[in-house]
């Protein structure tokens, strides 16, 4: 095996699917940290080190992958790539933004396809060949 990714950041309000979704990323050994940002508002405070995520100037390592939930309280999966779209390019990290839903709405996916910062668009829960099969696409040389 190569090297693993360095950190993924779950932007996501539900307990269980971050959980289930943790779990699956340690259980494949893709990744040597997994962060986790409850909604589109901290995880921007962590992307630029700003709110609670302030600590002097030093960088919070940036993710190589960011799995972004559609639905959530205080700032969505939509108002974050909004703002994301503005940030200087390196605080976005390596730029591979997956974004996960629930929802059964042809329209999300259409939307998703038209914003440049999106990735992919899969279904939640993140199962391990779903994780496998993104990092052999987008990270062919880690592993």
């Given at each position: 095996?190569?090297?693993?990714?360095?950190?993924?950041?779950?932007?996501?309000?539900?307990?269980?699917?971050?959980?289930?979704?943790?779990?699956?990323?340690?259980?494949?050994?893709?990744?040597?940290?997994?962060?986790?940002?409850?909604?589109?508002?901290?995880?921007?405070?962590?992307?630029?080190?700003?709110?609670?995520?302030?600590?002097?100037?030093?960088?919070?390592?940036?993710?190589?992958?960011?799995?972004?939930?559609?639905?959530?309280?205080?700032?969505?999966?939509?108002?974050?790539?909004?703002?994301?779209?503005?940030?200087?390019?390196?605080?976005?990290?390596?730029?591979?933004?997956?974004?996960?839903?629930?929802?059964?709405?042809?329209?999300?996916?259409?939307?998703?396809?038209?914003?440049?910062?999106?990735?992919?668009?899969?279904?939640?829960?993140?199962?391990?060949?779903?994780l496998m099969e993104l990092v052999e696409a987008y990270f062919p040389d880690y592993f």
């Open positions: 095996m190569k090297q693993k990714l360095k950190t993924i950041l779950l932007i996501d309000d539900d307990e269980a699917t971050n959980f289930l979704n943790e779990m699956n990323i340690q259980n494949t050994e893709i990744a040597e940290q997994v962060v986790i940002a409850w909604n589109g508002k901290e995880a921007l405070e962590y992307l630029t080190n700003t709110g609670m995520y302030a600590n002097n100037g030093s960088n919070f390592p940036q993710p190589d992958l960011i799995f972004l939930d559609i639905n959530m309280p205080v700032m969505d999966g939509w108002e974050f790539i909004k703002a994301y779209h503005a940030l200087d390019e390196n605080q976005k990290g390596k730029k591979v933004v997956v974004m996960l839903t629930t929802s059964i709405n042809e329209d999300d996916r259409i939307k998703a396809a038209t914003i440049s910062e999106i990735t992919n668009f899969k279904s939640k829960p993140l199962l391990p060949d779903d």
